[in-house]
């Protein structure tokens, strides 16, 4: 496969390791991003913390909660200053209002939808971007339901930049499921519990984990025992419960919940932009462009 600069571009970004580095790991994988990052991380060239891919895109979360039901989306603009629009917001709430009381399977879905005066959402929001001047975009949307006996546990962080629904079983006590939720957007875990890591995961991540140790100089005989441990912090890194609480960091998550005789049966992050790349200028290519084409 063919090592293009785009592709270096990609995992320098989302490792953080050099371009060189970068170029050596995606021609020892034949081009495979993944392979790549876990080649990079048994050389020590890379590290979990520098992986998050760049935040670009503008907009939105927002949540609505109605009885037993709620509901979490993300809405993009072109700039933060459109997004902390009234006209911008409030087409916001309008499309969680409909959204959630019709409950579409998917995005294309949600769009065919009509509101009280006929008007489908893909309409709704052409005419939000005639007026307000950008482009807005319904780019994701999840729906959670409870019983009496749970409670939701909404959390907007930043005015909206990152979002998150708790869903708490066994609890009512709403305040328990927003801390929980304002763990999960300091933290950013991947899963509730271990038992949501599938084994192959584990298994890759023992695998890097052995080749680092290695790679350290560490004695045979005691690299298993070093995964293992290290095997431990990945999942403390990882899932929610086996997490430090963040107002109180002699607490797990999991007895902080379970003292409140609750299980956390669900959550939903979501953080503007994540996985988009804005679209980058580089003057000195363009100069450049218009001087050979002269």
């Known amino acids: 496969m063919a090592i293009t600069a785009q592709l270096v571009k990609e995992l320098r970004e989302k490792t953080g390791a050099g371009m060189m580095d970068c170029k050596k790991a995606l021609v020892e994988t034949d081009g495979n991003i993944e392979a790549a990052i876990d080649f990079l991380r048994e050389k020590g060239l890379s590290s979990a913390s520098k992986k998050a891919d760049r935040i670009a895109a503008e907009g939105t979360t927002y949540i609505l909660t109605k009885d037993n039901e709620a509901i979490i989306l993300e809405v993009n603009a072109e700039t933060d200053f459109v997004a902390k629009n009234d006209k911008f917001q409030a087409l916001v709430s309008a499309l969680a209002e409909q959204i959630l009381t019709a409950k579409p399977a998917s995005v294309e879905e949600a769009l065919e939808l009509e509101n009280a005066e006929g008007v489908k959402i893909v309409d709704q929001i052409s005419t939000a971007v005639a007026t307000i001047g ?34 708490l079983e066994g609890s009512t006590d709403e305040s328990v499921a927003r801390d929980v939720a304002m763990h999960i957007a300091a933290i950013n875990p991947k899963y509730i519990s271990r038992d949501e890591v599938s084994a192959d995961e584990v298994e890759r991540e023992r695998k890097v984990l052995t080749e680092q140790a290695l790679n350290e100089g560490k004695p045979e005989n005691i690299v298993a025992k070093m995964v293992e441990g290290r095997l431990g912090k990945y999942f403390e890194e990882i899932c929610l419960l086996d997490q430090a609480f963040v107002k109180n960091s002699d607490q797990k998550v999991r007895d902080f919940v379970k003292a409140a005789n609750a299980d956390v049966k669900a959550f939903v992050r979501y953080s503007v932009g994540e996985g988009i790349e804005k679209r980058e200028d580089n003057f000195a290519e363009e100069v450049m462009s218009q001087v050979k084409g002269n």
């Open 134 to 167: 950008e482009k807005i975009t319904l780019r994701r949307f999840e729906i959670k339901t409870k019983t009496d006996a749970d409670a939701f546990g909404p959390y907007l962080h930043m005015g909206g930049k990152i979002g998150v629904l708790v869903v």
